[in-house]
């Protein structure tokens, strides 16, 4: 299960393992493989714990528990509820828009590259089992409408990594650390010495030029990284093609349909990796105007469309 | 979500994550704050028609950080049962005082004498304190108390290790004193005095009758044979160890220590057999031997790393100016069944040579030697020990072990002759003994 | 957030990783003795694979081979600490 391992990579060691299906990796500012492996076995515990605690595809945590509750009040712990405000926040902030029930849909909208667009009757069905607002929770517990499931997949992986980080922060103080779980990222504290963290991210081609072919081309961009969290929001490949017209898994909860005319990806740089992280998802609801958005908000961004 | 508004939501988002992180980081502290590493087992060890030993262990290790680690450990243990007193089998019964004077115990013919009273307990606290004080160089500081009814013990030790060449290179230099006081029930006997016993020639009444002149005369006989102050001996060892990384799979130690003891080395409990020529005894005496002892001994281990395995296999020679010289072969190979489960083997062997002052009994028509010790544990033996670990760690890191093993002890005859009747008597019994442990470390 | 894109293909990446394998072949002919370099420790450093691994174990042991046998010591410290023998 928790299958890690370190690999010395010039001046730095590189610790990576596999979760949340996504390669992990921490680049750690020493060349002690002691402290490496220490810091890479705590953190891939940390991260699988996260992972067992609030993904949607397991039967036996707390998710699963609150998903099945069909109407009745199911107990939390600390950190779920502080998980439910932080996504309460983001619901007040985005008026709706983020909304942690919105999983659900995904029951008629299956973005795998095919061309099934749901018809409507379908989508007013599932639209009853969505909005935030009907909920109700609190520190000890959380009661949802029947029918109702949350889905923390939209912050988990960034609320994982800031965890990771903070954990390293705790572990080695004293040392620079850089978090990258599958292009969502943190770096504890500066390196030393003025360096910087390279890390390659997959970000689409900007390739205007053939507006027929749909197919994202990634190519790996170099960044460099002195402090702070950095997150990514797309589609990937998942997105629906019908009659040419391109469907972005990114779906306007309102309305039960995807968002139009947006960026294909968004990359954001803040602070911490889960503000990055929901910023990005922010701006891709914008739609057309994401990037007007991003300008507003005065943040580090790169915007493909 | 108006543009018009947007403008506050990097702040709302940025407060949002601080409570997320913040809530977060309460929670890793008070998980981080115990850690403490327990290490606990019990072990049973059960010799056949002789002794058996419980034994607990507790050992708590706290990592303070930077290398500075504190290790405690507290070990209780009790024993109980028979024990080889040295005196030889006869193929009649024979009749020994207990070693209080208060009684005695009468061992069948054709039997091994065994005194029958052991009844022990031991409690055992040690501490150690390892540091770096140079850059690659720690230190160890260790303390540690015994005490049994009879024995007290209290040591230290002192000790220094320094990494070279990438930390491929470990070396020790290390001391240690330990400091030990006996004080024998009975008081201790008197080297290679005789053994008085009462078979009613200190006058007529038996043992039952208080204020009995018979009694009172036995008694003053045994107390002539008898020291009843404490006595002690101190031990000092000195360790030079070699630790050596010789690729990505394999390491080497390489030890030598030197230990000296002075003082009383006795074993008050232990007696020899004084036969005429025709093998009978005549007497039994306590055993006396000398009052130093200097060793030297060469340690060789080495351990490799299979994908799925790793081999722990060492080898110890030690030479001692008694005049035992022994060699220990020891192998374990532990095996991955699982990323939570492993079993492991166990093999060793070990075979010594006796010293030079051991005899099995002395001869009546010889002058007494200075020093005699019919002690079957230094005499010459071969030992083998087989065993089985099986261990697991559970979902929540804690690790549980249950070992069995197989302990055989084959005294030899180093060239004694058994004269007279003791060519009937088996004088050099086997010893095999059950091994179980169970431990939990958390 | 001192975050500067570079390079949008990933020859960077292509030539960081010869720069890599070529140091890592120097460092390899240079030291041919014993040991291994920082990185190479993964196995060595498994718990399994410490000199004191089983520690309690051992400790056990060596307290009955000390009562039942005439040397003892040489790993560690022979000391004495027991009256059993």
């Known amino acids: 299960m928790s299958d890690w391992k370190i690999q010395t990579a010039g001046d730095h060691i590189k610790g990576s393992f596999f979760c949340m299906a996504s390669p992990c990796e921490l680049l750690i500012d020493t060349t002690d493989p002691l402290v490496a492996s220490h810091l890479t076995e705590q953190a891939a515990a940390e991260a699988f714990r996260i992972e067992q605690k609030f993904s949607r595809y397991r039967n036996d945590n707390i998710v699963f528990a609150i998903n099945q509750a069909q109407g009745k009040s199911i107990a939390i712990d600390n950190e779920t509820f502080q998980l439910l405000t932080f996504a309460n926040s983001c619901f007040e902030i985005s008026e709706g828009m983020f909304d942690i029930t919105s999983g659900v849909l995904r029951r008629a909208w299956k973005f795998d590259g095919s061309d099934n667009v749901p018809n409507p009757e379908t989508i007013n ?8 607002d009907r909920v109700k929770f609190d520190q000890q517990k959380i009661k949802m409408p029947a029918g109702f499931e949350i889905d923390l997949g939209g912050i988990g992986k960034e609320y994982a990594v ?47 030029s053939q507006t027929k072919n749909h197919d994202t081309k990634y190519n790996t961009v170099m960044v460099k990284i002195a402090r702070g969290g950095l997150a990514t929001s797309g589609d990937a490949n998942r997105y629906l093609l019908h009659n040419g017209v391109r ?21 954001i740089a803040s602070d911490h990796c889960v503000q990055a992280g929901l910023m990005a998802t922010l701006a891709l609801l914008q739609g057309k105007q994401a990037e007007q958005f991003l300008i507003q908000q005065e943040v580090s961004y790169w915007c493909y469309w | 979500m108006q543009l018009s508004k947007s403008k506050k939501i990097t702040a709302l988002l940025a407060t949002a994550t601080c409570t997320l992180l913040n809530a977060g980081a309460q929670a890793q502290e008070t998980k981080s704050e115990n850690d403490w590493q327990f290490d606990t087992a019990i072990l049973y060890y059960g010799e056949t028609d002789r002794v058996s030993l419980l034994e607990g262990v507790i050992s708590a290790t706290k990592d303070f950080g930077d290398q500075r680690v504190l290790n405690t450990k507290l070990v209780i243990d009790t024993l109980t049962g028979a024990s080889a007193t ?20 009468t061992t069948s013919p054709n039997e091994l004498p065994l005194d029958d009273t052991f009844k022990d307990t031991r409690v055992q606290l040690s501490a150690n304190w390892t540091q770096p004080i140079y850059k690659d160089t720690r230190v160890n500081l260790g303390g540690n108390i015994s005490r049994e009814y009879d024995y007290l013990s209290v040591g230290t030790s002192v000790s220094a ?3 070279f060449y990438n930390k491929n290179t470990t070396a020790l230099f290390g001391l240690s004193y330990q400091f030990d006081s ?20 200190f006058g007529a009444g038996d043992a039952g009758d208080a204020g009995d002149a018979g009694e009172d005369a036995f008694e003053a006989a045994f107390d002539q044979t008898r020291i009843t102050d404490t006595d002690d001996k101190s031990t000092v060892d000195a360790l030079f160890g070699l630790t050596q990384v010789i690729n990505r799979r394999m390491l080497v130690q390489l030890n030598y220590s030197y230990s000296t003891s002075s003082g009383y080395l006795n074993d008050p409990y232990k007696l020899l057999s004084l036969v005429n020529t025709n093998g009978e005894t005549q007497s039994v005496l306590h055993e006396n031997r000398p009052d130093s002892r200097a060793k030297h001994s060469v340690f060789a281990q080495t351990k490799y790393a299979f994908d799925n395995a790793v081999a722990d296999v060492s080898y110890r020679f030690a030479t001692d100016d008694w005049e035992i010289t022994s060699h220990t072969i020891d192998s374990k190979l532990r095996y991955n069944l699982s990323e939570s489960d492993y079993i492991q083997p166990h093999f060793r062997y070990y075979q010594q040579s006796e010293a ?5 009994y002395l001869d009546n028509t010889d002058a007494l030697p200075i020093f005699a010790s019919a002690d079957y544990r230094l005499g010459e033996m071969t030992a083998i020990t087989v065993g089985l670990k099986y261990g697991h760690k559970m979902n929540n890191g804690h690790e549980w072990g249950v070992r069995a093993e197989y302990y055989q002890q084959d005294p030899k005859n180093a060239g004694f002759e058994n004269i007279g009747v003791l060519a009937s008597q088996d004088l050099y019994p086997s010893v095999k003994a059950f091994i179980l442990q169970f431990s939990y470390s958390f | 957030m001192n975050i500067i894109k570079i390079q949008t293909s990933n020859k960077y990446t292509k030539k960081l990783i010869s720069v890599f394998f070529i140091i890592t072949a120097m460092q390899l002919g240079g030291c041919a003795n014993l040991g291994v370099q920082p990185w190479e420790r993964d196995l060595l450093a498994k718990d399994e694979m ?10 056990l042991d060596e307290h009955i081979y000390f009562s039942k046998e005439g040397t003892s010591g040489g790993r560690s410290f022979a000391g004495g600490g027991c009256g059993c023998n």
């Open chain 3, 50 to 59: 410490a000199l004191n691994a089983d520690a309690i174990d051992i400790g």
């Open chain 2, 161 to 163: 290790e320094s990494d």
């Open chain 1, 247 to 267: 469907y972005s898994h990114v779906l306007n909860p309102q309305l039960g349909k995807p968002i139009m005319d947006g960026p294909r990806s968004v990359t």
């Open chain 2, 86 to 105: 040295g005196a030889v089998s006869q193929p009649y019964a024979q009749t020994f005082s207990r070693p209080s004077g208060d009684g005695q115990y």
């Open chain 2, 182 to 201: 006996i004080d024998p029930v009975g008081g201790r006997p008197i080297g290679l005095s005789t053994m008085v016993v009462n078979n009613g020639q």
């Open chain 1, 162 to 208: 800031d965890c990771v980080a903070k954990l390293c922060t705790t572990l080695a103080p004293a040392l620079s650390i850089l978090v990258n779980f599958g292009g969502d990222i943190q770096v504890t504290q500066k390196r030393k010495e003025g360096k910087y963290w390279l890390v390659g991210i997959e970000m689409p081609a900007q390739d205007t």
């Open chain 1, 125 to 132: 069905q599932l639209l009853a089992f969505i909005g935030w």
């Open chain 2, 356 to 360: 030079d002052f051991y005899r099995p």
